[in-house]
T-cell receptor, first 114, second 110 residues
Framework: NAGVTQTPKFRVLKTGQSMTLLCAQD?????MYWYRQDPGMGLRLIHYSVGEGTTAKGEVPDGYNVSRLKKQNFLLGLESAAPSQTSVYFC?????????????FGPGTRLTVL | GNSVTQMEGPVTLSEEAFLTINCTYTATGYPSLFWYVQYPGEGLQLLLK?????DKGSNKGFEATYRKETTSFHLEKGSVQVSDSAVYFCARENDYKLSFGAGTTVTVRA
């Protein structure tokens, strides 16, 4: 099992460019999450999904869109990148939600927006 | 809101020293509580958890006790090793999602 994988690992964008971050899991998990990690602020939930074809907003959804067309994949899109979106992005998945099971995290994507 | 506050770092210790990282949570109901650890260059992984008051979670020599009366879930380890150098996050359940603290960076020197 590869667990949770994220593509790409690093990316540099210019303001206004768009990109998609891909998260894939091979554990047949129903729940998937996108977080951003910023210094001094811990992890903040951007969007999440409770199953294939569903998405929901988290704590900081503005400027991001997501899609869950296949159970194993959860895509995070930035339509028009801004410097404030410079961050490390983590994807996570779980079979059932907290508190009943742990979330498994990917290795992260470091995004810089110039 | 449903928040978590943990002690600010960074924390620097010598090998075999005692480690405590304080964590408190807002007391809306009785949420499950977690400690996650992030080793350099990696994603987070669950270290331990407690699901009800007075529960003690433990793993890899780390312990944390769910204290309802003080709304706390402090992480402790009696003798740290260099390999414990990492960022530690306290988290609470929040409507089947997780709310994380800001993280505490711990560096253990040989």
């Amino acid at each position: 099992n590869a667990g949770v994988t994220q593509t790409p690992k690093f990316r540099v964008l210019k303001t206004g460019q768009s990109m998609t971050l891909l998260c894939a899991q091979d554990m047949n998990h129903e729940y998937m999450y996108w977080y951003r990690q910023d210094p001094g602020m811990g992890l903040r939930l951007i969007h999440y999904s409770v199953g294939e074809g569903t998405t929901a907003k988290g704590e900081v959804p503005d400027g991001y869109n997501v899609s869950r067309l296949k159970k194993q994949n959860f895509l995070l899109g930035l339509e028009s990148a801004a410097p404030s979106q410079t961050s490390v992005y983590f994807c996570a998945s779980s079979y059932v939600p907290a508190p009943y099971n742990e979330q498994f995290f990917g290795p992260g994507t470091r995004l810089t927006v110039l | 809101g449903n928040s978590v506050t943990q002690m600010e770092g960074p924390v620097t210790l010598s090998e075999e020293a005692f480690l405590t990282i304080n964590c408190t949570y807002t007391a809306t109901g009785y949420p499950s509580l977690f400690w996650y650890v992030q080793y350099p260059g990696e994603g987070l992984q669950l270290l331990l958890k407690a699901t009800k008051a007075d529960d003690k979670g433990s793993n890899k020599g780390f312990e944390a006790t769910y204290r309802k009366e003080t709304t706390s879930f402090h992480l402790e380890k009696g003798s740290v090793q260099v390999s414990d150098s990492a960022v530690y996050f306290c988290a609470r359940e929040n409507d089947y999602k997780l709310s994380f603290g800001a993280g505490t960076t711990v560096t253990v020197r040989a």
